[in-house]
C-alpha cells in the first residue's frame, strides 16, 4: 500500500492520518509536526484555555496513544528542511524519507507587526498556537491593561476572555468597523455593543503607529495622536497560508498551495488540506481558514489517495465565542448586497445575506436553529424569499420542504 508522508499535524494532518487507518489503508503512516504536543485543538485557545476552563489533555484531539494504536508514526518536535518531489522524497533529520504519498497540511502563520515599530518587543503576542497562548497566560491578571490590534474575531475573542478576567482592554481597528472584512454592518454594530456593554474600549478608523519601551513594550502611540499605557499587547491582523516549504519546491501557489477538486497540487503525488491549500470554489478559487474545512478536505484527500475519486464540495461554516454569545455563521456572504434582519427573542438575532433573491449566508447570535435551518437552506440551493424571512411569524423549518 505504500508510504503515506503527512507534513503538518493540526486539525488536517490528525483527520486525514485517521480518516486513512479507519478507511482500511494498511501502508506506513508518518504524520509530521513541529510542536511538541500531539495534535490539538486550536479555537479553545483564544477562549476555554485561556480562561483556564479547559485542561491541556482536553485539547487533543485525540488521546496520544490513538497514534501508535493505529501503527501511525508520530514525529513531534520536527521540521521538514525540504520536499524534493521528483524524488518523492522528505529531508527531515538530516536524511531523505521516502514517500508513496505526500499530503501538506501546514496550515497558517499569524502576521505579525514589524520590528521597526515596536513588534519584536517582550510582551507583544500573537494568538496562534499552544505556546502563544502560554506565554500570554500569566499576563491576563486583573486590572492589566492590554491593547488589542486587530478588530477580527481572534482579536474579539481575546477581548471578551480578557474583560471576563478584569482586564482594562482598548482594542483598536484600522479599518471603519470591526470585522469589517468579514461581516456586515449589522453584526459589527451587534458586537461593538457587546464588548462596550462588558467595558472594552474599542477605537475604530485608528490604526497602531508604533509600540515603545525598552525591551518591554510600554506604551502605545495610535495614528490620531493619541498614546497608551499598556502592559501588554495582542495582534489580531490576519493569518497567511504556510506555503513555504511547497513554493521551495516548485509547486503553485495561488492564495495558498493551489490543489484541483480532488485535493492534488501541481505536483504528482503531492495533496494538500486545510488552511495551507486553495481549491476551486462555483467557478472561482478560494481558500477556507476553518475546522470543518480542514476536516472535511483533510479526509477527502485521504479517500482519493485510496482511490475513492471524490470531488471537494465546500460546505463553509464557522464559529465564535465571545462572552455568553454563541455566534455560527453559514456559507460565504461575498458579493451580497441585502442583510434581512430575523430576531427570534431578546437573547437572539440573526442577520441573513442575500445577493438578489440568492441567500448566500447566515451570521447567527444565539440562535443554533436559525443557523441550522439556514446552513441546510444554502447547502440545498434554495433561497427563500426576503419577506419570508423578514417575517417573524414564519416557520423556518418549513422552508426546507418548498
Same mark, same amino acid.
Given at each position: 500500500?505504500?508510504?503515506?508522508?503527512?507534513?503538518?499535524?493540526?486539525?488536517?494532518?490528525?483527520?486525514?492520518?485517521?480518516?486513512?487507518?479507519?478507511?482500511?489503508? #494498511?501502508?506506513?503512516?508518518?504524520?509530521?509536526?513541529?510542536? &511538541?504536543?500531539?495534535?490539538?485543538?486550536?479555537?479553545?485557545?483564544?477562549?476555554?484555555?485561556?480562561?483556564?476552563?479547559?485542561?491541556?489533555?482536553?485539547?487533543?484531539?485525540?488521546?496520544?496513544?490513538?497514534?501508535?494504536?493505529?501503527?501511525?508514526?508520530?514525529?513531534?518536535?520536527?521540521?521538514?528542511?525540504?520536499?524534493?518531489?521528483?524524488?518523492?522524497?522528505?529531508?527531515?533529520?538530516?536524511? $531523505?524519507?521516502?514517500?508513496?504519498?505526500?499530503?501538506?497540511? %501546514?496550515?497558517?502563520?499569524?502576521?505579525?507587526?514589524?520590528?521597526?515599530?515596536?513588534?519584536?518587543?517582550?510582551?507583544?503576542?500573537?494568538?496562534?498556537?499552544?505556546?502563544?497562548? $502560554?506565554?500570554?497566560?500569566? !499576563?491576563? %491578571?486583573?486590572?492589566?491593561?492590554?491593547?488589542?490590534?486587530?478588530?477580527?474575531?481572534?482579536?474579539?475573542?481575546?477581548?471578551?476572555?480578557?474583560?471576563?478576567?478584569?482586564?482594562?482592554?482598548?482594542?483598536?481597528?484600522?479599518?471603519?468597523?470591526?470585522?469589517?472584512?468579514?461581516?456586515?454592518?449589522?453584526?459589527?454594530?451587534?458586537?461593538?455593543?457587546?464588548? #462596550?456593554?462588558?467595558?472594552?474600549?474599542?477605537?475604530?478608523?485608528? /490604526?497602531?503607529?508604533?509600540?515603545?519601551?525598552? %525591551?518591554?513594550?510600554?506604551? =502605545?502611540?495610535?495614528?490620531?495622536?493619541?498614546?497608551?499605557?499598556?502592559?501588554?499587547?495582542?495582534?489580531?491582523?490576519?493569518? /497567511? =497560508?504556510? %506555503?513555504?516549504?511547497?513554493?521551495?519546491?516548485?509547486?503553485?501557489?495561488?492564495?495558498?498551495?493551489? &490543489? $484541483?477538486?480532488?485535493?492534488?497540487?501541481?505536483?504528482?503525488?503531492?495533496?494538500?488540506?486545510?488552511?495551507?491549500?486553495?481549491?476551486?470554489?462555483?467557478?472561482?478559487?478560494? !481558500?477556507?481558514?476553518?475546522?470543518?474545512? =480542514?476536516?472535511?478536505?483533510?479526509?477527502?484527500?485521504?479517500?482519493?489517495?485510496?482511490?475513492?475519486?471524490? #470531488?471537494?464540495?465546500?460546505?463553509?461554516?464557522?464559529?465564535?465565542?465571545?462572552?455568553?454569545?454563541?455566534?455560527?455563521?453559514?456559507?460565504?456572504?461575498?458579493?451580497?448586497?441585502?442583510?434581512?434582519?430575523?430576531?427570534?427573542?431578546?437573547?437572539?438575532? =440573526?442577520?441573513?445575506?442575500?445577493?438578489?433573491?440568492?441567500?448566500?449566508?447566515?451570521?447567527?447570535?444565539?440562535?443554533?436553529?436559525?443557523?441550522?435551518?439556514?446552513?441546510?437552506?444554502?447547502?440545498?440551493?434554495?433561497?427563500?424569499?426576503?419577506?419570508?424571512?423578514? $417575517?417573524?411569524?414564519?416557520?423556518?423549518?418549513?422552508?426546507?420542504?418548498?
Amino acid at each position: 500500500m505504500g508510504h503515506v508522508v503527512v507534513i503538518g499535524a493540526g486539525q488536517a494532518g490528525s483527520s486525514c492520518v485517521a480518516k486513512l487507518r479507519n478507511s482500511g489503508f #494498511e501502508g506506513k503512516i508518518t504524520l509530521i509536526g513541529a510542536e &511538541t504536543v500531539p495534535p490539538y485543538q486550536r479555537p479553545p485557545l483564544s477562549k476555554a484555555y485561556l480562561l483556564g476552563d479547559m485542561a491541556l489533555e482536553r485539547l487533543y484531539l485525540r488521546p496520544e496513544r490513538f497514534y501508535a494504536d493505529h501503527g501511525i508514526d508520530l514525529m513531534l518536535g520536527t521540521t521538514v528542511d525540504s520536499i524534493d518531489p521528483a524524488a518523492q522524497t522528505v529531508r527531515v533529520n538530516g536524511g $531523505d524519507m521516502a514517500y508513496d504519498d505526500l499530503v501538506l497540511t %501546514t496550515g497558517s502563520f499569524p502576521r505579525r507587526l514589524p520590528a521597526h515599530i515596536g513588534g519584536d518587543l517582550e510582551g507583544v503576542h500573537v494568538v496562534r498556537d499552544l505556546m502563544d497562548v $502560554d506565554t500570554m497566560g500569566p !499576563r491576563f %491578571t486583573k486590572g492589566a491593561r492590554v491593547l488589542i490590534v486587530g478588530g477580527g474575531y481572534i482579536g474579539l475573542e481575546a477581548a471578551s476572555v480578557a474583560a471576563k478576567l478584569g482586564l482594562q482592554v482598548t482594542l483598536v481597528e484600522m479599518g471603519d468597523r470591526i470585522l469589517q472584512r468579514v461581516a456586515a454592518p449589522q453584526t459589527s454594530d451587534f458586537f461593538r455593543a457587546l464588548h #462596550e456593554a462588558h467595558g472594552v474600549t474599542i477605537r475604530e478608523g485608528v /490604526g497602531l503607529e508604533r509600540l515603545t519601551g525598552d %525591551t518591554h513594550v510600554t506604551g =502605545a502611540e495610535l495614528s490620531d495622536g493619541t498614546t497608551l499605557d499598556v502592559d501588554f499587547v495582542i495582534v489580531g491582523v490576519g493569518i /497567511g =497560508a504556510a %506555503t513555504a516549504l511547497a513554493d521551495a519546491a516548485g509547486i503553485v501557489n495561488d492564495n495558498g498551495i493551489m &490543489t $484541483d477538486s480532488h485535493g492534488r497540487t501541481s505536483a504528482p503525488h503531492v495533496w494538500a488540506a486545510g488552511d495551507c491549500a486553495s481549491f476551486p470554489y462555483r467557478g472561482g478559487r478560494i !481558500r477556507l481558514e476553518s475546522v470543518p474545512n =480542514a476536516i472535511d478536505q483533510a479526509e477527502l484527500v485521504a479517500e482519493n489517495i485510496m482511490g475513492a475519486d471524490k #470531488e471537494y464540495v465546500a460546505k463553509p461554516w464557522f464559529w465564535s465565542d465571545q462572552y455568553d454569545v454563541k455566534l455560527q455563521i453559514a456559507g460565504l456572504n461575498m458579493g451580497y448586497d441585502r442583510v434581512i434582519t430575523r430576531r427570534s427573542d431578546a437573547d437572539s438575532v =440573526a442577520f441573513w445575506y442575500y445577493r438578489g433573491d440568492e441567500l448566500l449566508a447566515v451570521d447567527a447570535m444565539n440562535d443554533p436553529r436559525g443557523f441550522m435551518i439556514g446552513r441546510r437552506l444554502i447547502e440545498a440551493g434554495k433561497s427563500p424569499a426576503p419577506a419570508l424571512i423578514e $417575517d417573524p411569524n414564519t416557520d423556518l423549518k418549513a422552508l426546507l420542504k418548498s
